[in-house]
């Protein structure tokens, strides 16, 4: 069946370094691919999403590209702030179906 | 849009009593899921409702747990008896699409339940 995963977490940074958090999913066919972010005490809220092969979502400075050939999602970001300390979920949905797949999320913490 | 609206924030009950929680999904979203998010399952689909009725309850977890949708603006999720295995975080989601791209599920802030 459908499944997504993530690197384990928690995951921490200094302000300002560089972010990549993997996810990787086995689907077949062509499923969407999103990123929800949720914030301490919060919901998840979407962060970005692509549709097809090679798409690239993006959203607050955060970036993501849908491989197609390595059937990967990773989520990137130039420089992080202390205010991006969260748990990320990566998740596919497949056309035919209403379902997300979530990943286990990633807690990332940012040191100022 | 106020967005997905839970009530209550949290609840404390003891084991055996009923416990009941609420949603109403932003307005003219046809669809409904509530999940369960704890640290050793992750995040559960409990239920999943569209146009107000239940298309897939696989995810419930036996017959201690009922969900209802009496109309588009409501629906609630009900444990009885409760047990403290069900203490978890419960999320109400919805969606206006469910297909590929377009499911984009807008989440509540959850209920923080603790069942002593």
């Known amino acids: 069946g459908d499944s997504v995963t993530q690197m384990e977490g928690p995951v921490t940074l200094s302000e300002e370094a560089f972010l990549t958090i993997n996810c990787t999913y086995t689907a077949t066919g062509y499923p969407s691919l999103f990123w929800y972010v949720q914030y301490p005490g919060e919901g998840l809220q979407l962060l970005l999403k692509a549709t097809k092969a090679d798409d690239k979502g993006s959203n607050k400075g955060f970036e993501a590209t849908y491989r197609k050939e390595t059937t990967s999602f990773h989520l990137e970001k130039g420089s992080v702030q202390v205010s991006d300390s969260a748990v990320y979920f990566c998740a596919l949905t497949r056309d035919s179906n209403y379902q997300l797949i979530w990943g286990a999320g990633t807690k990332l913490i940012i040191k100022p | 849009d106020a967005g997905v609206i839970q009530s209550p924030r949290h609840e404390v009950t003891e084991m055996g009593q009923e416990v009941t929680l609420r949603c109403k999904p932003i307005?003219?979203?046809?669809?409904l899921f509530w999940y369960r998010q704890t640290m050793m399952r992750g995040l559960e689909l409990l239920i999943y409702f569209n146009n107000n009725v239940p298309i897939d309850d696989s995810g419930m977890p036996e017959d201690r747990f009922s969900a209802k949708m009496p109309n588009a603006s409501f629906s609630t999720l009900k444990i009885q008896p409760s047990e403290p295995r069900d203490s978890a975080v419960y999320f109400c989601?919805?969606?206006?699409?469910?297909?590929?791209?377009?499911?984009?599920?807008?989440f509540g802030a959850g209920t923080r339940l603790s069942v002593l």
């Open positions: 989601a919805s969606s206006w699409g469910t297909s590929g791209g377009r499911n984009i599920q807008y």
């Open positions: 307005s003219g979203h046809n669809s």
